[in-house]
């Protein structure tokens, strides 16, 4: 067994008066993203995004990008600089042969359609909709092994972006997940990790905030607006190339999966 590929995520939309929650990100070969690391940390320099204090090297966060928020690392900056910027950081990313996978709920569908309709100990581990999407993004990578190109005997080591909220529960439940043996050959134990030191978690940085405001613009808000132009940057996932499954769930989509989680007898 040796850690061949590694998956990385990150979510947005987690805070309590959100609408939408999203969780995106990619798998790929472990030398994939060396490569990937050397020309994201490479674009960053050139990009002249600056250090902040207290850390060793520049890095993305697309919440702050797109704000160009005070005190971050884009205070200062044009719309026109930042656009450029990410659209250079999207092309690394879709050219990098990273393959996408996230999923993204509608918060008032998932308290009034899908909690209700769950067992008291389901309702208890799936109360914050992070952990729906959390398992999710694991089923998705286990059930589509062949298609990421993943053979027997490699493993999957699985990171996501710290979250000082969720990870204590999210680690309990993983290591309920992975007591059948053939998840547990599979995956390594969960990680938790900083986007600042670990840049492919800045990559699903991206995808979960572009994710999260497609969602939110198309499907809560149903904006008549086209999609936004850094969404579809990141063709990979929006069903491109590179892309396995992304799920947008609604009340419909949710009920469709209680019954599913009923026919296998999780229900």
């Given at each position: 067994?040796?850690?061949?590929?590694?998956?990385?995520?990150?979510?947005?939309?987690?805070h309590d008066a959100s609408p939408v929650c999203a969780m995106a990100g990619y798998i790929a070969p472990?030398?994939?993203?060396?490569?990937?690391?050397?020309?994201?940390?490479?674009?960053?320099?050139?990009?002249?995004?600056?250090?902040?204090?207290?850390d060793a090297e520049p890095f993305f966060h697309a919440v702050k990008c797109d704000g160009q928020y005070k005190g971050s690392q884009y205070e200062g900056w044009s719309k026109e600089r930042c656009d450029a910027h990410r659209q250079k950081l999207a092309a690394i990313i879709n050219?990098?042969?990273?393959?996408?996978?996230?999923?993204?709920?509608?918060?008032?569908?998932?308290?009034?359609?899908?909690?209700?309709?769950l067992t008291p100990r389901l309702r208890e581990v799936f109360a914050k909709p992070y952990m729906f999407c959390f398992n999710l993004c694991l089923e998705k990578i286990a059930a589509n092994l062949k298609a990421i190109g993943i053979r027997p005997g490699e493993q999957i080591a699985p990171y996501f972006d710290q979250n000082t909220e969720m990870a204590k529960s999210a680690r309990e439940f993983y290591g309920e997940l992975m007591k059948?043996?053939?998840?547990?050959?599979?995956?390594?134990?969960?990680?938790?990790?900083?986007?600042?030191?670990?840049?492919?978690?800045?990559?699903?940085?991206?995808?979960?905030?572009?994710?999260?405001?497609?969602?939110?613009?198309?499907?809560?808000?149903?904006?008549?607006?086209?999609?936004?132009?850094?969404?579809?940057?990141?063709?990979?996932?929006?069903?491109?190339?590179?892309?396995?499954?992304?799920?947008?769930?609604?009340?419909?989509?949710?009920d469709a999966c209680i019954q599913q989680m009923k026919e296998r007898g999780q229900q």
């Open positions: 067994m040796f850690d061949a590929f590694g998956a990385y995520f990150d979510e947005s939309g987690t472990a030398h994939d993203w060396f490569w990937f690391s050397r020309e994201w940390r490479a674009a960053l320099r050139e990009d002249n995004v600056p250090i902040l204090p207290g050219r990098r042969g990273l393959v996408a996978l996230g999923t993204a709920v509608v918060v008032e569908d998932y308290r009034h359609v899908f909690l209700p309709q059948p043996r053939p998840l547990s050959m599979l995956f390594t134990p969960v990680n938790f990790s900083d986007k600042k030191k670990r840049l492919p978690l800045q990559a699903a940085d991206y995808a979960a905030y572009e994710s999260f405001r497609h969602v939110r613009m198309q499907f809560v808000s149903h904006s008549v607006t086209p999609e936004r132009e850094h969404f579809k940057w990141l063709d990979d996932i929006r069903g491109g190339r590179g892309a396995l499954s992304f799920g947008y769930f609604d009340a419909k989509a949710l």
